[in-house]
């Protein structure tokens, strides 16, 4: 079983940068491909960005491409979201996710967790 613990969600202005992390205490995770999803109030969860097992390949929602940097350490005990150029609509419950790669039809890939963290808050004010 893994267990992943998130930090790093606040309160920050739009266009603030805020930074995510991922760890699962105890153990490696560098036999899973890691992300992140979000859910705001009254939404499904959504794929946010996700990274193969290597650390390697980044894998971005189109919402958050370019602002966004997905990474995880040498070590694949940590991951990481550096989330730039926020913005009000950003807002949500930011859940971090170990599972396998999942490839779609029209060429994008995301994540199918099979694992979650219980969830940090990221609020933009505009």
């Known amino acids: 079983q893994v267990q992943l613990v998130d930090s790093g969600g606040g309160l920050v202005q739009a266009g603030g940068s805020l930074r995510l992390s991922c760890a699962a205490p105890?153990?490696?995770?560098?036999?899973?491909?890691l992300g992140w999803f979000r859910q705001a109030p009254g939404t499904e969860r959504e794929f946010v960005a996700c990274?193969?097992?290597?650390?390697?390949?980044?894998y971005y929602a189109d919402s958050v491409k370019g602002r966004f940097t997905i990474s995880r350490d040498k070590d694949k005990t940590m991951a990481y979201l550096q989330m730039n150029s926020l913005k009000p609509e950003d807002t949500a419950v930011y859940y971090c996710?170990?599972?396998?790669?999942?490839?779609?039809?029209?060429?994008?890939?995301?994540?199918?967790?099979?694992?979650w963290g219980q969830g940090t808050q990221v609020t933009v004010s505009s």
């Open positions: 105890g153990r490696t995770i560098n036999d899973y491909a």
């Open positions: 996710a170990a599972g396998l790669l999942l490839d779609h039809l029209d060429g994008a890939t995301s994540l199918q967790p099979t694992h």
């Open positions: 990274i193969d097992k290597s650390g390697g390949s980044g």
